[in-house]
């Protein structure tokens, strides 16, 4: 399984960026889906992630400002951030889940978003 991840870039504090993460099978086949991020020198934690009944879940730094969808027609999942901060400067990625036995993390190659003052 691949994700591609795009739309990272360099963006104004207060300003909007879309990433976008385009699995190479099919979302349904997933359990869930979400999206992580890692800033230099910290560890990877989650941004915003769908839950196993179809809900949504936000980080607290992200509430408010971002917001997750999913387009199944074009099986691709998308991070809207909006109001962006210079502390949201990190690589997103983008992760899918799969149970088989045990649980099976996919991951996307990252793209870097650079928020500037």
């Known amino acids: 399984v691949q994700l591609q991840a795009s739309g990272g870039g360099l963006v104004q504090s207060g300003g909007s960026l879309r990433l976008s993460c385009t699995p190479s099978e099919n979302m349904y086949t997933f359990v869930t889906m979400g999206w992580y991020r890692q800033a230099p020198g910290k560890q990877r934690e989650s941004v915003a992630e769908?839950?196993?009944?179809?809900?949504?879940q936000l980080a607290d730094s992200a509430k408010g400002r971002f917001s997750i969808a999913r387009d199944y027609a074009k099986n691709t999942m998308y991070l809207q951030m909006d109001s962006v901060k210079v502390e949201d400067t990190a690589v997103y990625y983008c992760?899918?889940?799969?149970?088989?036995?045990?649980?099976?993390?996919?991951w996307g190659q990252g793209t870097l978003v650079t928020v500037s003052s």
């Open positions: 992760n899918a889940v799969r149970y088989l036995r045990n649980r099976i993390d996919y």
């Open positions: 769908f839950t196993n009944d179809g809900g949504t």
